[in-house]
C-alpha cells in the first residue's frame, strides 16, 4: 500500500498498475469484426471475447480543430494545448458558411456509414457481451464522477492531505525528475530498503513529523468545513473521509443558507 502511494507521490500522477498477463493479447475474427482476446501463459483465452466497436465519427467542429492544430502550434510554440484549442475556437467563429457546411456534411456522411456499422455490430453481441459493455460504461462513468469530485475539491481548495513518516522519508529523498519509469521503480525499491535500515531515532523523527502534519490537517479541514457549509457547499465536506466534524455553529448557518432566508415574521393582526 505505501509503495503504491509512494510511486504517485515522485513518479507519476497516475499510477500504472502492471498486468497480470504474461503473454501479449492476440487478435482474433468474431462476427466479421476484429476483438481482443487474452491469451494467459497456460494457453486459455479469457471466456468473454467483446468485439471492437465501430469508431464514431468526429463532428464538424472538430474535424476542424484536427486540421489547423499542427499549424496553429508551429506558429505559437510556446502556446499551451488549452491555448491552442482557445485559438482553434477563435478561428472556427471567423470561418466562412460554406466551409462549415462542408464539414458539416462530411460528418453526416461519416455518421451514416457509422450508423450502420454500429447497428450490425449490436446485432451481433452475445447477452454476456452486452453485460460486459454495461459494465464498462458504469466504470467509465464512476471515473468520471471520481475526476470531477477531485477537480472540485482542488478548485474549493481542499487541505492537503498528512503523509506517514515513510512518506515524509521518501519526499525528502525522492529521486531527481526525468529518471526512466523503470529507474524511478528502481530508486522506490532502493528507499523502501534504506528506510527498513534507518535507525530507530531517525524513523521516530519522521513519525512526529507526521503527527504533526496530520494536526495541521485536522485543524485545516475544521475550518474549511466551516468554510464551505458557510458557503453552502453541504455537499463537498459531508464525506466518509472528513476527519473532524463541522462545528456545530458552521452547520447551522450552512442549513440556514441551503434553506433560504429567515421566515418573516406575519404582520400583526389588527383588532
Request: proline share 7%; with cysteine; net charge positive.
Amino acid at each position: 500500500m505505501q509503495f503504491n502511494s509512494l510511486f504517485r507521490l515522485v513518479c507519476s500522477p497516475r499510477l500504472l498498475v502492471a498486468s497480470r498477463q504474461t503473454a501479449p493479447a492476440t487478435t482474433t475474427h468474431c462476427s466479421g469484426f476484429h476483438a481482443t482476446a487474452v491469451v494467459y501463459d497456460d494457453g486459455g483465452v479469457s471466456k468473454s471475447v467483446v468485439p471492437e466497436r465501430p469508431k464514431r465519427p468526429i463532428n464538424a467542429y472538430i474535424r476542424f480543430v484536427q486540421s489547423i492544430r499542427s499549424s496553429l502550434a508551429s506558429a505559437n510554440p510556446s502556446a499551451s494545448p488549452t491555448d491552442i484549442s482557445k485559438l482553434a475556437a477563435v478561428k472556427w467563429q471567423a470561418l466562412d458558411q460554406a466551409s462549415k457546411a462542408k464539414l458539416e456534411e462530411e460528418y453526416k456522411r461519416d455518421q451514416t456509414v457509422w450508423l450502420a456499422k454500429n447497428a450490425k455490430y449490436l446485432s451481433q453481441l452475445t447477452d454476456a457481451q452486452k453485460q460486459e459493455l454495461k459494465l464498462e460504461r458504469q466504470q467509465k462513468q464512476e471515473d468520471k464522477v471520481k475526476r470531477e469530485h477531485k477537480r472540485l475539491m482542488k478548485d474549493l481548495g481542499r487541505p492537503k492531505r498528512p503523509m506517514n513518516g515513510y512518506l515524509l522519508f521518501v519526499a525528502n529523498n525522492k529521486p531527481k525528475p526525468g529518471l526512466s519509469q523503470e529507474q524511478n521503480k528502481l530508486q522506490m525499491k532502493s528507499l523502501g530498503h534504506q528506510w527498513k535500515r534507518l535507525p530507530d531515532a531517525e524513523k521516530e523523527r519522521y513519525t512526529r513529523e507526521a503527527e504533526e502534519d496530520k494536526k495541521r490537517y485536522q485543524e485545516e479541514m475544521k475550518a474549511w468545513e466551516d468554510k464551505m457549509l458557510a458557503s453552502d457547499k453541504v455537499e463537498a465536506v459531508r464525506k466518509k473521509n472528513v476527519l473532524l466534524p463541522p462545528s456545530p455553529a458552521a452547520s447551522s448557518k450552512g442549513a440556514l443558507s441551503s434553506t433560504g432566508a429567515k421566515t418573516k415574521k406575519a404582520p400583526p393582526t389588527r383588532p
